[in-house]
Antibody, heavy 123, light 112 residues
């Protein structure tokens, strides 16, 4: 059974940093691209970042480029999102998500999602 | 990058057919992917590629595309189909040329 478990969310002041983690199990983690997708309270889904299976491609939404860094540790079956210079508009539930295609490009087809970790940005 | 536009609210009578649309320039080049999200739950993949359904998704869900518009059709809507529906697409970042992902704003489907 595929499981994605996010952690690391919490309350942080504007301008500070936070690192999210996602522990993956139930599939061959190093075969698949992974994504971070966020959802502000009462709002729609927003794709944040993607990383290819071998970390050769890292891509970001314009809204977080230069502030967020995605990474993965295939030996630990883990995905990370380092978030710096946080803003009020970054406040959201952050989902870790698995791409559907093995060893493919980062694409918008996600077949498994975690339950999310909530990031609150407030002074 | 470009945007995907969805009608914020769509309604359908129980048992009838409803089409949820998604418009955007990226859809001229890339297929849309469709997700269903119910309150308090993570999204669920319902349609991807030309018109593919993951296992477990009923065949009353189907996808199509024409020009810059993709559509999700639910034939014989059921009460449990009431949810938010999001389209997504690959897009090409103007700065880097990398492929990124964009989501539509979502359509809230009400089954009457």
């Amino acid at each position: 059974e595929v499981q994605l478990v996010e952690s690391g969310g919490g309350l942080v002041q504007p301008g500070r940093s936070l690192r999210l983690s996602c522990a993956a199990s139930g599939f061959t983690f190093d075969d698949y691209a992974m994504h971070w997708v966020r959802q502000a309270p009462g709002k729609g889904l927003e794709w944040v970042s993607g990383i290819s299976w071998n970390s050769g491609m890292l891509v970001y939404a314009d809204s977080v480029k230069g502030r967020f860094t995605v990474s993965r540790d295939n030996a630990k079956n883990s995905l990370y999102l380092q978030m710096n210079s946080l803003r009020a508009e970054d406040m959201a539930l952050y989902y870790c998500a698995k791409d559907v295609k093995a060893r493919g490009l980062i694409n918008p087809t996600i077949d498994y999602w975690g339950q999310g970790t909530l990031v609150t940005v407030s002074s | 990058s470009s945007e995907l536009t969805q009608d914020p609210a769509v309604s359908v009578a129980l048992g009838q057919t409803v089409r949820i649309t998604c418009q955007g320039d990226s859809l001229r080049s890339f297929f849309a992917t469709w997700y269903q999200q119910k309150p308090g739950q993570a999204p669920v993949l319902v349609i991807y590629g030309r018109n593919d359904r993951p296992s477990g998704i009923p065949d009353r869900f189907s996808g199509s595309s024409s020009g810059n518009t993709a559509s999700l059709t639910i034939t014989g809507a059921r009460a449990e189909d009431e949810a938010d529906y999001y389209c997504a697409s690959r897009d090409i970042s103007g700065n880097s040329g990398n492929h990124v992902v964009i989501f539509g704003g979502g359509s809230k489907l009400t089954v009457l």
